[in-house]
């Protein structure tokens, strides 16, 4: 299998922990030769929580945040963030979303039944999806969602009998595939023509929504949305997207005189995996986008719509670590080392779908160097459960505390149930407490659903 190919020759990179550097939650620091976050000991948080866990910096995660609002406002006053539920889900990150005063992007039923739970004022929710139930819009239309993201000619026609039978007048956003392909994963990319994801530009789609929206009597059409996709470094790709898309804004200007209230850009910066990733700052990307979409709507003379991002991955990626108990080691000669834990593909999909990289470290041994290269495996039925390959580790022994970073965002939220591994709990940390927002699941959980 490609994926768990390993270089026999890869060398350890001696790195301690606080060398990872940006791949580290914030707060992360060394004490007495154990990786510390939020001022707690994840030791001991292994200890008390037991294992697999997830550790997720809570002044990280707010920090993000605050950095994308002051560095988007900085340049365009109305712009606002819709935080992606789907990096991160649960009540206390809707809470902590509507304290910090952001949107919240919604991707489905359940995470909006999440964010009503957490009393997420419902205004601010932008509901996404390409395939949304009736039921999912109803819901949505229901509770007064903010903007629904139309992302079909069936689900404007749906809305509209929706929002007529509820006697309201939806606002929505048409998304629009500009064909860009952005340069990532073949599936993290969403902007290319060929896209199960919104309404082609250039094939017609998009201008035909618009006539269709504008004539809806239950739809209020408050502008676009596109994403061009995910992890993204190179900003180039948004500012050629924002291209065609105000050449198409200005195009429907004169076609029809609508003009968009709302802009919606998508998802936010890429993060690093690995100690020696580059991403772009999020005040690149703030003044790249901004400095874009001012110049073509200047161009176009267009007036100046409220601007939305729905950054994800960056808000919670590097705030977050899973906590593993190494359970056994296999020693290949001349082949690999093999570091099997009590988790695997299922609170991480990632390294068996994407071939994500991932650095890991002894959380009880942090403060030596990583001296030997070893491939990490989860405890699942089959090869591909691996979380890191050819990875730098500190020498491990059963029972040490694997720390894999970078874990905080699409790891729980794509965690799985398979072979009946219970989901692990979340813990968030700050100023020396811990809290768990999210308990792990037991086996009566597991038999909850058996008829
Ligand atoms: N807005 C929309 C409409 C999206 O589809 C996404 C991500 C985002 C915002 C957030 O993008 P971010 O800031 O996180 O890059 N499971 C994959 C990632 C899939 C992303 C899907 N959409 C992974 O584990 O890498």
Redesign the pocket.
């Known amino acids: 299998m490609a994926h768990i190919a390993h270089n026999p020759d890869a060398w350890p990179d001696m790195r301690t922990a606080l060398d990872l550097g940006a791949v580290l939650p914030r707060t992360a620091e060394l004490r007495d030769g154990h990786l510390w976050i939020g001022g707690v000991d994840t030791v001991a948080l292994a200890a008390q929580f037991g294992t697999a866990l997830y550790v997720m910096d809570e002044a990280h995660i707010r920090g993000q945040l605050r950095e994308y609002l002051t560095q988007l406002r900085e340049h365009y006053p109305t712009a606002d963030v819709a935080y ?1 539920g ?2 991160f889900c649960c009540q206390a990150m809707c809470r902590l979303v509507a304290e910090e005063g952001g949107w919240l ?1 919604v ?1 489905s039923g359940g995470e909006l039944a999440c964010a009503q739970a957490a009393g997420f004022p419902v205004e601010r929710v932008v509901v ?1 999806g390409n395939c949304k139930t009736p039921l999912e819009l109803w819901a949505a239309i229901e509770a007064g969602a903010g903007l629904i ?1 139309a992302d079909c000619f069936e689900e404007l026609e749906r809305i509209d009998r929706v929002a007529g039978e509820l006697g309201v007048i939806q606002p929505i956003l048409l998304r629009l595939t500009p064909g860009i392909i952005a340069d990532t ?1 073949e ?2 990319q ?1 902007g290319a023509e060929d896209s199960k994801f919104g309404f082609g530009i250039g094939a017609g789609a998009a201008l035909a929504a618009v006539e269709k929206a504008l004539q809806a009597p239950g739809i209020a059409l408050k502008g676009y ?1 596109i ?1 061009i996709g ?3 470094f190179a900003f180039e790709s948004y500012q050629r997207a924002i291209e065609v898309l105000l050449d198409f804004a200005a195009g429907v200007r004169d076609a029809t005189g609508f003009t968009p209230e709302v802009l919606d850009l ?5 993060v690093a995996y690995q100690a020696d990733d580059q991403p772009g700052s999020i005040a690149a990307f703030a003044s790249t986008v901004t400095a874009a979409l001012c110049q073509q709507l200047a161009a176009h003379d267009l007036p100046e719509p409220r601007l939305l991002v ?5 808000i919670v990626a590097n705030a977050g670590v899973t906590l593993y108990t190494v359970g056994v080691l296999k020693d290949l000669p001349g082949i690999r080392t093999w570091v099997a834990v009590d988790g695997g593909m299922s609170d991480n999909i ?1 390294t068996a ?2 071939d ?1 990289h991932y650095e890991c470290l002894l959380a009880n041994k942090a403060d030596q160097p990583r001296s030997t290269v070893v491939t990490v495996a989860g405890k699942h039925c089959e090869s591909g459960d691996v979380v890191a390959i050819d990875a730098s580790l500190q020498p491990a022994e059963p029972f040490d505390i694997l720390a894999v970073c970078t874990t905080g ?2 790891n729980y939220s ?1 965690a799985s149930n398979y072979n009946r591994q219970v989901r692990p709990g979340v813990v968030w940390v700050q100023d020396g407490q811990a809290r768990e927002v999210l308990r792990r699941e037991t086996y009566e959980d597991l038999l909850r659903c058996e008829v």
């Open positions: 992606a789907k990096a992007d991707s996404h993201v994963h599936y993290m969403t949305h994403h995910s992890q993204i998508g998802g936010g910066v890429g729905e950054p994800g991955r960056s990632r779908l994407y994500a965002a699409y794509m």
